[in-house]
């Protein structure tokens, strides 16, 4: 397989789950051993949220968004490298998808202004919503 300049936007979404994870698990469990919170009180999400503050529980919540859109974003990133499509528009539009969700992330994790995160969100799914549009348009431009 060649390379395809779209899979660097797909492998850096890839590294902000990573990345998230880690510091989710990192606060969790610093926070739990500092609480002294057994690990059977943890058995159930709920009791999770019930247990811990919402700044600790804030990257979990930003995990389970990073397996939201950014699964869409992943297929049309494997469609677009099977055209191949290499337009401009797909790569601003996959550049500017993880431009958002990064920021996007960094309001989430550190508990910040929901409007602002959901501003952020907002123009993600735009970017997102060109870039499968565009591939769309890209396959079927082929036929």
């Excluded at 600790?56 to 494997?78: H, R, T």
């Excluded at 790569?91 to 508990?111: E, K, M, Q, T, Y």
């Excluded at 907002?122 to 997102?128: A, H, Y």
Aim: hydrophobic share 55%; proline share 5%.
């Amino acid at each position: 397989m060649s390379f395809y300049p779209l899979f660097i936007p797909m492998l850096a979404m890839m590294l902000l789950t990573m990345i998230v994870w880690f510091y989710m698990y990192t606060l969790r469990l610093n926070y739990v051993m500092k609480a002294r919170i057994h690990a059977d009180k943890l058995h159930a999400p709920e009791q999770v949220s019930l247990l811990l503050p919402d700044h600790v529980n804030a990257p979990s919540n930003n995990l389970k968004n990073l397996f939201e859109l950014p699964v869409l974003f992943y297929g049309v990133i494997l469609v677009a490298s099977q055209i191949p499509d290499h337009s401009i528009i797909s790569n601003l539009a996959a550049w500017s998808f993880l431009f958002f969700r990064v920021i996007h992330s960094i309001i989430h994790c550190s508990n910040g202004k929901v409007l602002a995160r959901f501003i952020v969100y907002v123009l993600s799914s735009l970017s997102l919503f060109v870039l499968i549009a565009n591939v769309l348009l890209s396959l079927f431009n082929q036929q």
